[in-house]
């Protein structure tokens, strides 16, 4: 089994690529090679014994993609792209990397030829979807997106769907929800706060809150999103059926019911770092956002997230803090 | 006003331009120039004062779109494309044309800046719907093409919404229900036999109806469609709101209901003209195609389209027959 991460310098993608290496195999059958693609080189991961090539590639560009698929894996993980931030404020690399990229890794795949039709599985976002929404957005609601990113990635599902109908590959596309808590530093992405909020505080530090505490959102952790792409890389064909692209599970949930998991955990303390500071601009944003995913198709196909915020909250402490945190 | 139409030497850009050619006038305002633009060099419409420049060339061809739109139009009818069975036969050309045209189109317009944010009217399709559908589908409904061509038009649609949201353009997308009865010589597209059945017979020629007396489609005149494009130019954004893509309104109907309008309009003689020969193929593939569209917000947009099926019998005796058939 070979496999071809893109994107795998990114922070699901070195998890990914992490797991994957405890794991030595995916769907049964043992990994012998691991391509690693990402635009900076992507590390290796540790504990691992089979072959892997890391490679610092703009898919992009003229034959990237070819010679990032020229061994032919049989899974590719395709995770590279541009966040949502930059996606608004620079157009024409936002296109660049999220279509145009993604348009050259299929097009090198069907240009293979010969009976090649890997597993591609490719990350999608909530941000297919744009406000007005109902309480619970179903699977088969329309794709309107509010923001250059969402439109990128709806379009990949769209060509993903057509290269997968036309037999060029054998594709699933999944919408990830806003993965929390994220490590390291906090970003300017307006949904940083998002992860800071929980991140910061068991650190020690200050987070600042720029929204109210009823806006609601779905969360799924890191590990439940390696969870995502992983059984998607093992769906069976037939039981995923034309419509390919799935809106993933994930917690539900008001940012007041964060700060309350936050505090259950670490304490009144802890939560008392997070200062209120409401920014009209990041509240005018996250308005406009998916708020409960109802991702009925996904649960019925066993993709799994965690069922309560505080788990989330546990999950960041146990893998990005080495469980502990600053009381 | 200065008016760009592109694919305007196919049937219903040459419509468009003659009807343009005969009011002289859009949203109220003379109209100054014409420009025409397709792959092969558009006819110039009669009866017309104003200055017109017929243009053959392939929008994805580097440097043709910035060179349609130098001279700044003040509305961009976007018609030129591949239709839905050349898209499928030949891949690269439908991705070439449909995406990569429009994409060129669009870039086009962003990279004269400057202010300029012409009207663009975009000629999508209800191929951007698939199977399996609600008895009615709605205006919300999820895009999920089954053909390339649905494909295409689906991410036409996600670009000029996001460059209209973006405000570089000022777009609006128009979902085309099949179009009926198409002049002209029979053509082999799958959905051919909607016009061919009553085309042929009222031409003295016999006409192969492929699929069951049952099937349901939903239909509007090329009058009809040429309407929609200029009431298109001329809404108002506010009116339009973000979602700028819209189902166009039409008659749905079956089959019978087409031949029961054709025999009460020109009698058994010519309604005996269509042989049946179902074809599993075809029948095949009108299986995805929408049937019933609801286009509930084009209608109180003010989108008009016939009433029954009569009238678009008796529409194509007008316009293309000179008010005869053959007994």
Chains 1, 2 share one sequence.
């Not at 032919?72 to 999220?98: M, T």
Request: charged share 25%.
């Amino acid at each position: 089994m070979h496999i071809l991460v893109t994107g795998a310098a990114g922070m699901i993608g070195s998890k990914l690529t992490e797991g994957l290496g405890r794991d030595g195999e995916l769907k049964g059958q043992r990994i012998d090679k691991l391509t690693l693609v990402d635009v900076v080189a992507p590390q290796r991961p540790a504990k691992v014994a089979e072959k892997i090539e890391a490679v610092a590639a703009d898919l992009a560009a003229s034959g990237a993609a070819a010679k990032a698929i020229a061994d032919r894996p049989d899974v590719i993980f395709h995770l590279a792209g541009v966040v949502s931030g930059e996606a608004e404020l620079d157009f024409n690399k936002g296109y660049r990397v999220n279509l145009d990229g993604t348009r050259a890794l299929l097009e090198a795949i069907r240009a293979t030829g010969d009976g090649y039709r890997p597993r591609l599985v490719y990350t999608s976002s909530i941000a297919v979807f744009g406000a007005p929404f109902p309480d619970l957005i179903p699977d088969d609601f329309h794709l309107t997106p509010l923001t250059s990113y969402g439109t990128q990635k709806a379009i990949g599902e769209a060509l993903l769907a057509d290269y997968t109908r036309r037999g060029f590959c054998d594709g699933v596309g999944i919408r990830l929800p806003s993965v929390v808590v994220r490590p390291g530093k906090p970003n300017k992405a307006a949904s940083g706060f998002f992860s800071g909020i929980i991140r910061e505080p068991l650190a020690g530090l200050e987070a600042v809150l720029p929204v109210s505490e009823t806006v609601v959102h779905t969360h799924a952790s890191p590990r439940a999103a390696v969870g995502f792409l992983i059984h998607a890389a093992g769906l069976a064909r037939d039981a995923l059926g034309p419509r390919i692209n799935l809106s993933m599970p994930g917690v539900s949930c008001t940012v007041g019911d964060q700060i309350a998991s936050l505090r259950r955990i670490a304490g009144d303390r802890v939560a008392a770092r997070i200062r209120r500071a409401e920014d009209p601009l990041v509240a005018r944003i996250v308005e406009g956002w998916p708020q409960r995913i109802e991702a009925r198709r996904a649960r019925e196909l066993g993709f799994k997230a965690e069922n309560s915020f505080d788990e989330i909250v546990r999950i960041h402490i146990d893998e990005d803090r080495s469980g502990t945190f600053i009381k």
